[in-house]
């Protein structure tokens, strides 16, 4: 007989940006879900760091298999915390990887450092994601991951033409900056997305769910730029890169930050 699911009750608590629960899942002896007003944000298995429950988790983890596959001893900045699914993979595939979080929402790392634990060589810092950006050294990380959203929404600060300057510089000459985009038809932000990201960056990759990609459904794609790793698309995924990203990207433009 297999093991019974996970019977634990749903935990919730007032953070910054309202009510953060982590649901059980029954399915699964020690899995959880992170969802933020209702909204699934982070899957967290304590008994298994290297499964990936949501479809843009999977296919960050596809690209951050190849990506470790070559990396040696290189820094790692993940901008939004969560419930440190990405970090904790990484973690697995690379035992003691050097790797900074930044979470802006205190309340948000108490509940998940009480009740989802993580690897202490995970170095988390409270704080805001474009600021600390801009604080990091020239050239200082080999991978920067991008997945900072207050609800469903991602805000501006990390999607305008100055997110992906102080991206490039932060990155060495063969880093790779991967961001978690959310869209809907007809895809007018992902567009502005690919367009703001070439202020800075000279390759450019789509990836993601082949009916999010033609426009069909809402959902997730993943934004790489730099040093791109060659990806394999999946069965119902689709890759865009060179000719294919100019034409979907059409006439969209970037996105300027707001003067100060």
């Not at 019977?7 to 309202?18: N, Y």
């Not at 999977?58 to 298999?65: E, H, K």
């Not at 000459?173 to 960056?201: E, Y």
């Not at 990759?205 to 069909?216: E, F, I, M, Q, S």
Request: a neutral charge.
């Amino acid at each position: 007989m297999g093991p019974h699911g996970n019977r634990g009750a749903p935990l919730r608590a007032l953070v910054a940006s309202g009510i953060a629960e982590l649901r059980p899942d029954p399915a699964r002896p020690r899995g959880w879900t992170l969802l933020v007003n209702g909204v699934p944000q982070s899957y967290v298995d304590l008994a298994d760091p290297g499964h990936l429950e949501f479809p843009y988790e999977i296919q960050l983890g596809a690209v951050l298999r190849l990506w470790t596959g070559t990396a040696v001893r290189e820094k790692i900045l993940h901008l939004g915390g969560g419930g440190l699914t990405l970090p904790r993979f990484i973690d697995h595939l690379r035992p003691g990887a050097e790797q900074l979080v930044v979470e802006r929402d205190p309340q948000i790392l108490a509940m998940v450092e009480r009740n989802l634990p993580f690897p202490g060589s995970i170095e988390v810092r409270l704080g805001d994601a474009r600021t600390e950006l801009a604080k990091a050294g020239n050239a200082e990380y080999g991978l920067i991951v991008s997945d900072v959203f207050v609800g469903a929404a991602m805000p501006e600060s990390v999607a305008a033409a100055g997110f992906a300057r102080d991206a490039r510089r932060a990155l060495r000459d063969d880093g790779l900056l991967a961001m978690n985009l959310t869209d809907v038809p007809p895809l007018a932000r992902t567009r502005i997305q690919v367009a703001t990201a070439r202020t800075a960056f000279d390759e450019i990759v789509l990836y993601g769910d082949a009916d999010v990609l033609r426009g069909r459904r809402v959902g997730n794609v993943i934004l790489l730029a730099g040093n791109v790793p060659m990806i394999k698309a999946g069965k119902h995924e689709t890759v865009l890169r060179a000719d294919e990203l100019r034409i979907f990207t059409g006439g969209a433009r970037p996105l300027l930050d707001e003067p100060r």
